[in-house]
């Protein structure tokens, strides 16, 4: 169901850059709208940790940087620190579905 | 501080019907749109439903859900709401009540979530 699409997992080892894609389309990320990332802990809801594609709230560690171009998004984590561990989502909204849209995804584990 | 409380999750069965609250705090709560946003069991986040403020007091949903959800908000108890009704399996989720941040699309405050069970 979900509209934009992220790889199922990344990984690194402790001290590493990783980047998580997210992918859309004309409807959503290609038609101008912004992108939006969730941080999921285990067990845990969701929070927003990158909105209007590249600001942080307060309290989120500059080390998480998000980016946009085109139909896609990106989020980059840099120095992976074991609290890194989590599931993180993408979010826009698409004008054809008239409604928010999410992505699929991704598992961030650290080695 | 922002608070989002949810409540009414219950385990309920095909057909059935389910109400679920959230009492907001710590914010002005009738400046702002609220949404509803499910995840079942070990897959993804779906946005369920979203109301505007009494301003414009229009309603959204996504497809799956239109004519049998139905979302509303008392502004004066600083609450949400979200009617369920013929409940079906595929409804089972944990719902989060979520906070609309003004002039975007995207939602700054969570709440922890209500269980939905949907099984006979």
């Known amino acids: 169901q979900s509209v934009l699409t992220q790889p ?3 990984s690194g080892a402790p001290g590493q850059r990783v980047t998580i894609s997210c992918t859309g389309s004309s409807s959503n990320i290609g038609a101008g709208h912004d992108v939006h990332w969730y941080q999921q802990l285990p067990g845990t809801a969701p929070k927003l940790f990158i909105y209007g594609n590249i600001n942080r709230p307060s309290g989120v560690p500059d080390r998480f940087s998000g980016s946009k171009s085109g139909t896609s998004a990106s989020l980059a984590i840099s120095g992976l ?10 979010q826009s909204y698409d004008n054809s579905l008239r409604g928010y849209v999410f992505g699929t995804g991704t598992k961030v ?3 | 501080e922002v608070q989002l409380l949810e409540s009414g999750g219950d385990l309920v069965q095909p057909g059935g019907s389910l109400r679920l609250s959230c009492e907001s705090s710590g914010f002005i709560f009738r400046n702002y749109a609220m949404a509803w946003v499910r995840q079942a069991p070990g897959k993804g986040l779906e946005w369920v439903s ?8 229009r309603t959204y949903y996504t ?9 509303s908000r008392d502004d004066s108890k600083s609450t949400l709401y979200l009617q369920m009704n013929s409940l079906r399996v595929e409804d089972t989720a944990t719902y989060y009540c979520a906070k609309k941040f003004s002039g975007s699309y995207h939602f700054d405050y969570w709440g922890q979530g209500a269980l939905v069970t949907v099984s006979s």
């Not at chain 1, 620190?81 to 993408?90: K, T």
């Not at chain 2, 497809?63 to 979302?71: A, K, M």
């Open chain 1, 8 to 10: 199922p997992s990344v």
């Open chain 1, 109 to 111: 584990t650290v080695l």
């Open chain 2, 63 to 71: 497809d799956s859900v239109e004519g049998r959800f139905t979302i």
């Open chain 1, 81 to 90: 620190q074991a609290e890194d561990e989590a599931d993180y989502y993408c």
């Open chain 2, 50 to 57: 979203i109301i505007g403020t009494v301003r414009d007091g």
